[in-house]
Nanobody, 117 residues
Framework: QVQLVESGGGLVQPGGSLRLSCAAS????????MGWYRQAPGKERELVAR???????NYSDSVKGRFTISRDNAKNTVYLQMNSLKPEDTAVYYC???????????WGQGTQVTVSS
């Protein structure tokens, strides 16, 4: 089992920045990737960014060039640095961790990000 605890959400003005953190505990040695998803009201949950064990990263087109995912292995923590935030980035952001074999997916409780003036 893997436990994920997110922090760092809040209210920010358009053009501002926020950094989300996700601390993992439990069977973290088995993880293949960690990432961030978001879900806006009335919309499906979507992948924002993901970082693999080897360091490869994936980003959704809507956040490329504005968001950066990184990790601190010593702290078992993944970060999402969000710059140039837009109102359409408003959503609940969820941390996710994946084990590929056998497949398992773990979720954090979510943290609200609101971009508004």
């Amino acid at each position: 089992q893997v436990q994920l605890v997110e922090s760092g959400g809040g209210l920010v003005q358009p053009g501002g920045s926020l950094r989300l953190s996700c601390a993992a505990s439990g069977s973290i040695f088995s993880l293949n990737a960690m990432g961030w998803y978001r879900q806006a009201p009335g919309k499906e949950r979507e992948l924002v960014a993901r970082i693999w064990t080897r360091g490869d990263t994936n980003y959704s087109d809507s956040v490329k060039g504005r968001f950066t995912i990184s990790r601190d292995n010593a702290k078992n923590t993944v970060y999402l640095q969000m710059n140039s935030l837009k109102p359409e980035d408003t959503a609940v952001y969820y941390c996710n961790a994946v084990v590929l074999t056998p497949y398992s997916s773990y979720w954090g409780q979510g943290t609200q990000v609101t971009v508004s003036s």
